[in-house]
Nanobody, 122 residues
Framework: VQLQASGGGLVQAGGSLRLSCVAS????????MGWFRQAPGQEREFVAG????????YYTDSVKGRFTISRDNAEKKLYLQMNSLKPEDTAVYYC????????????????WGQGTQVTVSS
């Protein structure tokens, strides 16, 4: 599978953005999918994930109640709806895929998209 993320941009604090990740290949539904972000000088961190098959969803504490991850297996798309954005959400956001059940660790993922920049101004 190959991934391409889009939807980033510049938004004021309190605003919303919707990130999309389009996958190529026939087996999208068999992948656990995740969104990660990396701010300058920081390590890449888990934001949200959804498991293969059951589609269970997981979030890092700082985005719970504000971000929603979803997937459309028929369209081979992954989404991240981001509401009530804060300046600390500013980062490059990456979508990623893995065939296992690991969700939170970047090391579990073996396919990464190219990243899309999200900038939240105060």
């Amino acid at each position: 599978v190959q991934l391409q993320a889009s939807g980033g941009g510049l938004v004021q604090a309190g605003g919303s953005l919707r990130l999309s990740c389009v996958a190529s290949g026939p087996t999208f539904r068999s992948y656990t999918m995740g969104w990660f972000r990396q701010a300058p000088g920081q390590e890449r961190e888990f934001v949200a994930g959804t498991t293969r098959n059951s589609g269970g969803t997981y979030y890092t504490d700082s985005v719970k109640g504000r971000f929603t991850i979803s997937r459309d297996n028929a369209e081979k798309k992954l989404y991240l709806q981001m509401n009530s954005l804060k300046p600390e959400d500013t980062a490059v956001y990456y979508c990623a895929a893995n065939r296992g059940l690991g969700v939170r660790s970047p090391a579990s993922y073996d396919v990464w998209g190219q990243g899309t920049q999200v900038t939240v101004s105060s």
